[in-house]
């Protein structure tokens, strides 16, 4: 079946960077965009940027410009979102989401904290 | 960009019917055909229930549908259940290759 798999939960401090993967299998890879969205405790989702994995064009939203970066590895049929300077209320829950239409399947969600 | 609009929260009773509403603009709800909505339980990941306006995935039950006049897109459940409660998400495309979200809507089943 067509899943998406995150990798583990992070804790980081403030200031530093944090690399999420998300490794798609059940469909082709290329054929469909992957975007990534975020999701603070209690509050609502916002999505952060996108990536079409068949030639690397990404897209990003704007709050996040110059924070976060979008790539994939084709042959490990994996997208990676990269988020830099974090701070406190970048403590969230982060997801892969594949697009056809809308935003579907999900992946499970990897929970990043930020702590001193 | 400023999010879709969604009502904070809603609520009716069992067997009843209930319609979400999610405010955009020109640039976005009212421009695509790419709105969708989301539900969300508790420490669940979101679950796609409509997309492009009006259309269901596969297993979703026909008691969900979407629509859209204008810059606005609704969401209406029928013969509202117990496991209806969930939080709501409406998301669309915009001009400039970007997506929003709406704030969400926190459904209430009495």
């Known amino acids: 079946q067509v899943q998406l798999v995150q990798s583990g939960a992070e804790v980081k401090k403030p200031g530093a960077s944090v690399k999420v993967s998300c490794k798609a299998s059940?469909?082709?890879?290329?054929?469909?965009?992957v975007s990534w969205v975020r999701q603070v405790t209690g509050q609502g989702l916002e999505w952060m940027g996108w990536?079409?994995?068949?030639?690397?064009?990404?897209g990003y939203a704007e709050k996040f410009q110059g924070r976060v970066t979008i790539t994939r590895d084709i042959s490990r049929t994996t997208s990676y979102m990269e988020l830099s300077g974090l701070r406190s209320n970048d403590t969230a829950i982060y997801y892969c989401?594949?697009?056809?239409?809308?935003?579907?399947?999900w992946g499970q969600g990897t929970l990043v904290t930020v702590s001193s | 960009q400023s999010a879709l609009t969604q009502p904070a929260s809603v609520s009716g009773s069992p067997g009843q019917s209930i319609t979400i509403s999610c405010t955009g603009t020109?640039?976005?709800?009212?421009?695509?055909?790419?709105v969708s909505w989301y539900q969300q339980h508790p420490g669940q990941a979101p679950k796609l229930l409509i997309y492009?306006?009006?259309n269901r995935p596969s297993g979703v039950s026909d008691r969900f549908s979407g629509s859209r006049s204008g810059d606005t897109a609704y969401l209406t459940i029928s013969g509202l259940q117990t496991e209806d409660e969930a939080d709501y998400y409406c998301?669309?495309?915009?001009?400039?290759?970007?997506?929003?979200f709406g704030g969400g809507t926190r459904l209430t089943v009495l």
């Open positions: 492009e306006v009006s």
């Open positions: 990536i079409n994995p068949n030639n690397g064009n990404t």
């Open positions: 989401v594949r697009e056809r239409g809308g935003f579907d399947p």
């Open positions: 998301s669309s495309y915009t001009t400039t290759t970007t997506v929003l």
């Open positions: 059940g469909y082709t890879f290329t054929s469909f965009d």
């Open positions: 020109s640039s976005d709800i009212g421009y695509y055909k790419f």
